[in-house]
């Protein structure tokens, strides 16, 4: 049996794990009443659980339907499936990087909108390798506060 920290969220970038900021569930801004029925459909890709589901939790408070995966092999057998609007994953995913699923998607499904997650001091890279490979696809610091990741889904996805 493993053990895990009781705080997956609250761990440093040098293990590996991504760094999300802490911010209470009852602190995040709900969406108002004129929502429309119709939800932008968004695939997170993380490889912690506790970290997708508070990204989960975050999207569909504030008007989206995400869905999670967690692994690479994962996220490319359910976006065939399901066809995302959006595809929110991290630059380092085991088994293959980021930019390496966004261009499958891309190819693939070449609607869908790509979010890369990446610590700050690999932002500059990640975004220079992915327009090497002719990919446009947006690069964000995986700490962003919710706040911040919901409104840019929303630049994303909804319409002005």
Known sequence: MSTRSSDPLSTSPANGRTNFAMVPITEVPALDAEA????????VVNREPAIAETVLTTL???????IAAYDVEDALETAL???PELVIVEAAS????????AAILKKELPDCKIL?????????EVHGTAEAAGLKIAVVDKAVPPTKLVAQVSAHLLPG
């Open 81 to 83: 499936l399901i066809p």
């Open 36 to 43: 429309g029925k119709d939800r932008p459909l968004v695939l």
């Open 94 to 101: 085991p088994g293959s990087s980021g930019i390496e699923v």
């Open 60 to 66: 569909n408070k504030n008007g989206f339907a995400a």
């Open 116 to 124: 890369l997650l990446a610590g700050p001091a690999e932002t500059a």
